[in-house]
């Protein structure tokens, strides 16, 4: 079975930090993608980070040089550090794991709010 359990996130005012942590289990490290959505109150749940089985990372251009996408192996998790935080990114955080190319499984989704 998949297991994506998701922590962090909270209220932060604008310029603060944030980091979310999504642990998993059945997901290979080795060999699966992962990423990081989210969800506003009025919005499409969009793409913010991604991360490849072999490390590359891509991200969101509202969230470029602001946000990193990691993943430790050893722990089974990927983390999004959320730095210069903006109203705007005031959303539902899930992270997404897709196993053998074709099935994604997400998080429970961890609220993030920022304050101006």
């Known amino acids: 079975q998949v297991h994506l359990v998701q922590s962090g996130g909270g209220l932060v005012q604008a310029g603060g930090s944030l980091r979310l942590a999504c642990t998993t289990s059945g997901i290979d490290h080795g060999s699966s993608p992962m990423a990081w959505h989210r969800q506003g109150p009025e919005n499409q749940r969009e793409l913010v980070a991604s991360?490849?089985?072999?490390?590359?990372?891509s991200y969101a251009d509202s969230v470029k040089g602001r946000f990193t996408i990691s993943r430790d192996k050893a722990k089974n998790t990927v983390y999004l550090q959320m730095n210069s935080l903006k109203p705007e990114d005031t959303a539902v955080y899930y992270c997404?794991?897709?196993?053998?190319?074709?099935?994604?499984?997400w998080g429970q989704g961890t609220q993030v709010t920022v304050s101006s």
């Open positions: 991360i490849s089985s072999t490390g590359n990372t």
């Open positions: 997404k794991a897709v196993k053998g190319g074709r099935y994604a499984y």
